[in-house]
């Protein structure tokens, strides 16, 4: 079992940046992807990126490339996820979880969710 815990979210203005953090509990995350999805209102949850523990292998949505950076820290068994050049279309709650079946990208291959956290960018 492993334990999800997201902070970081919050209010911002369009082009600012935000530091999202999910901190793992139960098991370190070595053989695990770590993923963000997120899930705006009356949307279907959608992959924002992911990081394989391992090898620190990268994923990301095309919608997020090049704003979104995701990295890892073994020592606090943490994953991050910063955000520049936010847009209001990036609002959404989101959420960090975790995936044995390597870079998937699919929201139903990940088993174990945090709470999420909002986010919500203004115009």
């Known amino acids: 079992q492993v334990q999800l815990v997201e902070s970081g979210g919050g209010l911002v203005q369009a082009g600012g940046s935000l530091r999202l953090s999910c901190a793992a509990s139960?098991?370190?995350?070595?053989?695990?992807?770590v993923g963000w999805f997120r899930q705006a209102q009356g949307k279907e949850r959608e992959f924002v990126a992911s990081?394989?523990?391992?090898?620190?292998?990268?994923n990301y949505a095309d919608s997020v490339k090049g704003r979104f950076t995701i990295s890892r820290d073994n020592a606090k068994n943490t994953v991050y996820l910063q955000m520049n050049s936010l847009k209001p279309e990036d609002t959404a709650v989101y959420y960090c979880?975790?995936?044995?079946?390597?870079?998937?990208?699919?929201?139903?291959?990940?088993?174990?969710w945090g709470q999420g956290t909002q986010v919500t960018v203004s115009s």
């Open positions: 990081v394989f523990w391992d090898t620190g292998s990268e």
């Open positions: 139960g098991r370190p995350l070595f053989g695990y992807t």
């Open positions: 979880a975790v995936s044995t079946a390597g870079l998937v990208i699919t929201w139903r291959r990940y088993g174990f």
